[in-house]
Nanobody
Framework: QFKLVESGGGLVQPGGSLRLSCAAS????????IGWFRQAPGKEREGISC????????FYADSVKGRLTISRDNAKNTVYLEMNILKPEDTAVYYC???????????????????WGQGTQVTVSS
């Protein structure tokens, strides 16, 4: 059974940094595409980054490009999202998700993901 658990969220000042973790169990993250999404109050869920289970390529939404870095630690079966130069508009609940397809390509479409974590709150405020 695929299970994902996010952690690392919290309150941070503008310009600060956070590292989110997505710990997986029931499957090996090295073979599956993992995406990060966020949802702010009153807004739709937004895909912000993904890491392909096929070729390891990564992809970022324009809104976060240059500030976020997605990475994997296969030994820990965990995917990370390093977030820098955080802005108030980054405030949201952040989710990781997995596509239930071996060696699939990266996509930021939430419809393509089958398993989701419970989310972790990130608040950027002074």
């Amino acid at each position: 059974q695929f299970k994902l658990v996010e952690s690392g969220g919290g309150l941070v000042q503008p310009g600060g940094s956070l590292r989110l973790s997505c710990a997986a169990s029931g499957f090996a993250v090295s073979y599956y595409t993992i995406g990060w999404f966020r949802q702010a109050p009153g807004k739709e869920r937004e895909g912000i980054s993904c890491s392909s289970g096929d070729d390891g390529r990564t992809f970022y939404a324009d809104s976060v490009k240059g500030r976020l870095t997605i990475s994997r630690d296969n030994a820990k079966n965990t995917v990370y999202l390093e977030m820098n130069i955080l802005k108030p508009e980054d405030t949201a609940v952040y989710y990781c998700a997995a596509r239930n397809l071996l060696f699939s390509l990266c996509t930021l479409s939430s419809d393509e993901y089958d398993y989701w974590g419970q989310g972790t709150q990130v608040t950027v405020s002074s």
